[in-house]
Nanobody, 120 residues
Framework: QVQVVESGGGLVQAGGSLRLSCAVS????????MGWYRQSPGKQRELVAK???????TYADSVKGRFTISRDNAKVTADLQMNNLKPEDTAVYYC??????????????WGQGTQVTVSS
C-alpha cells in the first residue's frame, strides 16, 4: 500500500504564510511528478503547483510569485511554501504523487487533504 500524508494546513490572516508538507511512504517504487492541488466548495479540484523528478516546477497563474514548491526525491516528500496568502486561497489542499508499485503501471496517489483558511 501507498500512503500520502499532508500536514501544515490551518487558519491564517490575509498576507500571512503557511507551509504544507507531503510525505509518500509504503510500497511505492518510483515517483514521477509530485504536486499540490486544491478544491474549494462548489469548485473543481485545480492544480496549484507540481514538480517533476528533475526539479522542473509548474505553477497556476493565480499563485505565481507567491507559492513555491520543493521536493526531496530521496525522502519522497514535497513541500509547498505559501506566502502573501489571500482569502481566495482558502481551500482543501491535496498532495498528489504519480508513482508506481510493483507489478503496476504509474498511477495517481492522493492524500486526504489539509484545510487552508485565509481570513480577510
Amino acid at each position: 500500500q501507498v500512503q500520502v500524508v499532508e500536514s501544515g494546513g490551518g487558519l491564517v490572516q490575509a498576507g500571512g504564510s503557511l507551509r504544507l508538507s507531503c510525505a509518500v511512504s509504503g510500497s511505492i517504487l518510483s515517483v514521477g511528478v509530485m504536486g499540490w492541488y486544491r478544491q474549494s466548495p462548489g469548485k473543481q479540484r485545480e492544480l496549484v503547483a507540481k514538480m517533476t523528478g528533475a526539479g522542473t516546477p509548474t505553477y497556476a497563474d493565480s499563485v505565481k510569485g507567491r507559492f513555491t514548491i520543493s521536493r526531496d526525491n530521496a525522502k519522497v516528500t514535497a513541500d509547498l511554501q505559501m506566502n502573501n496568502l489571500k482569502p481566495e486561497d482558502t481551500a482543501v489542499y491535496y498532495c498528489n504523487a504519480w508513482g508506481r508499485v510493483l507489478h503496476r503501471d504509474y498511477q495517481d496517489y492522493w492524500g486526504q487533504g489539509t484545510q487552508v483558511t485565509v481570513s480577510s
